[in-house]
């Protein structure tokens, strides 16, 4: 039955309200705590520097390390360095956007980041509603998203925001049948980073099995998924305009130590560089918690493939997979932050076990404050 349009009305007024009261109280908390570090922190223990004004150590929660260069990609394009590494997708839109703020590159992405993340939780509760889930895991699966210990890249001028918001869209549009959209969006994704690839191979092999499955061949309109590679071609267009290679940005990407692999070589290659002593060092634990990230959503994405729609599975396993293609297991828990329905299956955890529910909320809690407060001080990159 097709919803009546004051019923529609209603679901997404519902589903944006619940989006903005869970982004308004954990952004709130998370901004809180950087605002607290400021005035308990020892800075001359940390790095014997003199404390900073306030506003500049609240601007480096939103700027810092990758962050360079999409704004150097924004300010020059793609002319020299490594900038090839980086999809165009945001650092372009912050660049255009930015002329219509008065100039400001920065608060443009930074504005854009945090605009796109509101619209990707407003599209989960959208797609928990056309999975049947209930209420109350809906809302943990956004509570765990944004407390995830790297969700806060998401806020800051890096790309994860933008993708985020356009692959829920997406993959929303996708479970209504409306392709056109579907394949728009998802082009854009794809324009953004290179997570794209998971999502349009998440909605064709599930367009397939929903052919399989109501034994018809898909509708016409179903043409339109073939729009998503675009985002990839017009990058690599770019590229060949700019720097004269189109695969440069595969090139680029030894400069962070990755080479194609099998991607179940990657965690085996990975735990062999764990020192077996655990001198005290973030090392071992950087390289154990960014493997335990992968694997957990790889889990996650086999358990929403039985469960669920199989595109919210395939997406969440694809996305864990292509980067452990690298060979590498830096930033995985930065990358994982981006597979949402992956945090509906975490959400799933505590149904009806309240203690375990809150123990996993309080885990992620703890693990996002340490993050990102060293995130802030320039401790490490996630």
């Keep these: 039955m097709t919803a009546s349009p004051e019923s529609a009305k209603e679901r997404i007024r519902g589903a944006a309200k619940t989006a903005a009261l869970s982004f308004a109280l954990w952004r709130g908390l998370t901004f809180l705590l950087v605002w607290l570090s400021y005035h308990l922190l020892d800075f001359a223990k940390l790095g014997g520097t003199p404390r900073p004004e306030l506003a500049d150590y609240l601007r480096r929660g939103y700027v810092r390390h990758d962050a360079k260069w999409y704004l150097e990609i924004a300010a020059k394009g793609y002319r020299g360095g490594p900038r090839a590494a980086f999809f165009p997708g945001f650092p372009y ?7 219509l703020l008065g100039g400001s590159t920065l608060l443009a992405g930074v504005l854009l980041s945090n605009v796109a993340t509101l619209a990707g939780l407003l599209f989960m509760v959208l797609i928990a509603r056309q999975q049947g889930l209930s209420e109350g895991r809906s809302e943990r699966a956004l ?18 925001g933008l993708f985020f918001g356009l692959a829920a869209a997406s993959l929303f549009c996708f479970g209504e049948r409306r392709y056109l959209l579907c394949g ?45 590679p675009l985002g990839l071609v017009a990058f690599m267009a770019m590229l060949r305009v700019q720097v004269g290679s189109a695969w440069a940005f595969v090139g680029q990407q030894q400069r962070w130590n990755r080479h194609l692999t099998f991607p179940l070589a990657t965690p085996v290659k990975e735990l062999a560089r764990v020192q ?25 994405g086999g358990v929403l ?3 669920c729609s199989p595109e919210l599975g395939l997406f969440t396993l694809g996305g864990a997979l292509l980067p452990l293609c690298s060979g590498n297991s830096m930033a995985l828990i930065r990358f994982v932050a981006v597979l949402f329905p992956g945090f509906f299956q975490l959400a799933a955890i505590g149904d009806r076990r309240p203690q375990r529910r ?3 909320i309080a885990t992620v809690a703890m693990l996002h404050a340490i993050y990102h407060v060293r995130y802030v001080i320039g401790a490490f990159n996630a």
């Design 93 to 99: 839109a912050a660049r255009y956007l930015g002329l």
């Design 276 to 300: 077996t002593d655990f001198p005290r060092s973030a090392g071992n634990v950087q390289i154990l918690v960014q493997l335990a990230s992968a694997l957990l959503f790889l889990a996650c």
């Design 143 to 160: 509570a765990l998203l944004l407390l995830w210990p790297a969700s806060y890249y998401l806020s800051t001028f890096y790309s994860e």
């Design 184 to 228: 728009v969006i998802g082009a854009l994704a794809l324009f953004t980073r290179s997570a794209g690839l998971a999502l349009f191979g998440a909605v064709v092999v599930a367009l397939c099995w929903r052919a399989y499955r109501e034994r018809a061949w898909p509708p016409k309109a179903a043409g339109w998924l073939l729009l998503m």
């Design 358 to 360: 809150i123990a996993i």
């Design 305 to 307: 493939l039985a469960r």
